[in-house]
């Protein structure tokens, strides 16, 4: 299981350095080191996160766009800077087209209630593939309940992966929406985005890309990919949790009605009328999230302060050595085998429940997710109750890749 | 807590061999367990002779926790009346959550299943069986005033 001869150090990537940027790595389950590698669920914090938010919460806390005081200007300031830096992060034409939302499941649910509901007439169709985290099918399934429209999946195949011709064959002049992931949650597999959006363009059709597990992994550029909405999570970027982005090229947004209604929304209120709020306030009812806000630009300010090549090629190396430890256990099956993943191995063991080994691994400080992921067509697909899944992120190591398989060993060892 | 104490070897070996596994032709009741979190699916098939469970088995998948659990119900409770079967249901309630808890006197080899109470996120996988042998039992009740019946119920635990 020792591989240490055939490990290569990634260059200009000090993997121990930057492991010193997030506390709860130094932690201790049940006795043993963490060996965290449940990122895909959701990532740790660095310290620029964990500051930025506690700085807001002692010194600056007010609430936004609504004081003349000195802490309701900085907390604007604050929260309005971490938007700026969100659409350059994802090369967004202006600030407008940052909507900050909950997460990626809200933002989804946004583009379903207000564009999808207010467009899709009997007949239409919304198109997705058969990969989709359960949040970006339920927002569609019953937005299609709502208008007539009816709900269509594109197959995957037996790698997990998605067939380019296969979704683009199943454009036709019904399809008014196409919405995919970017990366599979549960299986890691790097969909064809760019080719499948422009298809769709051609077509007329509008496009929503799930970015929640590629915008940690990959560079996302949103004008490179042309998609009319991208909607990504701040837990899984180093961020907080509750707090997320639906970017949305700003002439859809401008056309789309409001999807909540209340404070912050609005321009001007009488009991007859209400004229709404411009870009982005219009989509954001309420007071929002402004620490996490804050800490989401804390994130960006960590990621883009890395060498972004660097740390993908530690996390290409990282898969590809997860992948052949585990490939050697008897018995583990790797559940998507797509040539283009990001750093994530789902698998199964032969005779160990994924529930069970997700236990004793626990017990080894070992931090796997098991279950269906929150994707349960893919588990039918694969016909597995459940997979185990362990996901990457830029801090992790061979060591912990080591770890896994020797819990792995275990669990074999006192279940068969 | 140690690990050997969550996966005793009765649970192993109720696990590797589960007893009472498989269909059962006629049954006066059946019930179907689902634990979304995880998957696992659990269907039981009862045959009473008047208020007792004359034969109880059940089939699905699970980790070993859930299987070892259901294997070990089936035992216990073959030949308890309704009345008996779901006061050792309670029982086993108390052993799976209740700090302190001895889960009454007569547990037998169901007493092995202790261990799951430190491990809260496993919970749910012990006591899924029970959970449909309850509702196995409502049924069969439900259906007995009319001519025996096969009685459906199905229960989650989320």
């Known amino acids: 299981m ?6 290569q150090d990634t260059p200009n990537f000090d993997v121990a350095a930057v492991r010193r940027h997030f506390p709860a790595l130094s932690r201790t389950v049940r006795g043993k080191p963490l060996s965290y590698l449940d990122n895909a669920a959701s990532a740790q914090r ?14 600056h806390h007010a609430n936004i766009h609504r004081g003349v005081h000195t802490l309701s200007q900085e907390a604007t300031a604050l929260y309005e800077s971490a938007r700026d830096r969100l659409a350059r992060f994802i090369n967004a034409r202006s600030r407008a087209e940052i909507i900050f939302v909950r997460g990626t499941t809200e933002a989804i649910n946004l583009v379903a209630q207000s564009f999808a509901r207010s467009s899709l007439k009997v007949g239409d169709e919304v198109l997705i593939t058969h990969l989709e985290h359960h949040s970006n099918i339920v927002p569609w399934q019953m937005v299609c309940e709502q208008t007539g429209a009816k709900l269509i999946v594109a197959p995957i195949d037996s790698r997990g992966d998605v067939p380019a011709d296969a979704v683009i064959s199943l454009m036709s002049q019904r399809t008014k929406i196409f919405a995919c992931a970017h990366v599979s949650n549960a299986l890691g597999t790097v969909l064809p985005v760019k080719r499948l959006v422009e298809a769709a363009k051609s077509r007329g059709i509008t496009t929503l890309l799930d970015g929640a597990q590629a915008v940690s992994h990959l560079p996302v ?110 018995g583990l099956v790797i559940v998507g085998t797509a040539p283009h993943k990001t750093s994530l191995v789902s698998f199964t063991v032969e005779h160990v429940h994924p529930h069970d080994l997700g236990t004793i691994l626990d017990e080894e400080g070992v931090a796997v997710r098991t279950g269906h992921h929150c994707a349960m067509p893919v588990m039918d697909y694969f016909k597995v109750p459940a997979t185990a899944r362990a996901s990457f992120a830029l801090y992790n190591t061979f060591e912990e890749i080591d770890r896994l398989a020797a819990g792995i060993h275990r669990a074999r060892k006192m279940l068969s | ?34 634990n979304p979190l995880c998957g696992d699916r659990l269907t039981l098939r009862l045959r009473m002779a008047h208020d007792k469970i004359e034969e109880i088995r059940f089939e699905g998948q699970g980790c070993a926790i859930s299987t070892a659990s259901a294997s070990l119900m089936t035992e216990a409770v073959k030949g308890k009346t309704r009345a008996q079967a779901l006061r050792l249901f309670e029982d086993i309630h108390a052993l799976l959550t209740d700090d302190g808890a001895t889960g009454g006197d007569d547990l037998g080899k169901l007493a092995a299943l202790s261990g799951v109470r430190e491990y809260p996120a496993r919970v749910k996988c012990a006591s899924l069986c029970w959970h449909t042998l309850a509702a196995a039992l409502g049924g069969h009740a439900a259906t007995t005033g009319a001519a025996p019946a096969a009685a459906v119920a199905s229960v989650s635990t989320e």
């Open chain 1, 46 to 59: 660095p310290l620029r996160v964990i500051n930025a938010v506690d700085d807001y919460e002692r010194h």
């Open chain 1, 221 to 330: 550029d949103v004008q490179d990919l042309g998609c009319d909405f991208y909607a990504f999570s701040g837990h899984k970027m180093y961020g907080p949790t509750g707090v997320g982005v639906l970017y949305g090229r700003e002439q859809l947004l401008e056309r789309m009605p409001p999807w909540q209604g209340g404070g912050e929304m609005i321009l001007q209120v009488s009991f007859e009328k209400t004229t709404f709020n411009g870009l982005p306030n219009k989509f954001e009812a309420g007071t929002p999230n402004i620490s996490g806000g804050i800490g989401l630009g804390a994130a960006v300010d960590f990621i883009t302060s890395l060498d972004r090549d660097a740390a993908h090629a530690h996390e290409s190396a990282l898969l590809d050595y997860a992948t052949r430890t585990l490939s050697s256990i008897p």
């Open chain 2, 1 to 34: 807590m140690e690990l050997d104490d969550l996966y005793r070897d009765v649970i192993l070996d109720h696990n590797r061999s589960p007893r009472n596994f498989g269909g059962l032709e006629p049954a006066d009741a059946r019930a179907e367990g689902f």
């Open chain 1, 2 to 7: 020792k591989n240490i001869a055939v490990i």
